[in-house]
């Protein structure tokens, strides 16, 4: 079994994709818009070129999305990123919040040395964050 997380944009879908690709490392795996779908006549033709179905591996995890007419912004929930230093999470922060929302300034906190909250200009929650060490249980 598998699970995958599956947002909605309001028609950014492939900006987003490329810009995580640019920005994050990500790898778009597949973007099919409703102009390569069987059911292409039934969209309206300003949505023609909004993606349908599309796959982006980050980190490791895969993303799939879709650009909905009615999406609206995330909320109540984040995709995460765990970063591997302080400067990785500071610098994904950074580009994540060019153009977002700001929820959490990045900082320290008790549970890790970098961590942040930010809405980005697509409409997607993201937490990032540098864990501390946990110590060890006895």
């Known amino acids: 079994m598998k699970t995958n997380t599956y947002v909605n944009f309001h028609g950014n879908c492939t900006q987003a994709f490329q810009y995580y690709e640019k920005h994050l490392g990500a790898k778009i795996g597949m973007m099919m818009t409703h102009a390569q779908s069987p059911g292409q006549s039934q969209v309206p033709s300003n949505w023609k070129d909004a993606v349908v179905h ?27 990123l765990r970063m591997d230093t302080d400067i990785e999470a500071e610098r994904a922060f950074s580009a994540l919040s060019d153009g977002g929302q700001v929820f959490v300034p990045m900082r320290e906190e008790l549970f890790a040395s970098r961590f942040g909250q930010v809405r980005d200009r697509f409409g997607i929650n993201w937490m990032i964050l540098h864990e501390r060490p946990m110590p060890q249980q006895q």
Do not use: C, H, K, Q
Not at 54 to 74: F, H, K, Q, Y
């Open 54 to 80: 599309g796959r982006i591996s980050l980190a490791d995890a895969e993303v799939w999305a879709a650009d909905i007419p009615n999406a609206e912004p995330m909320r109540s929930a984040y995709l995460t």
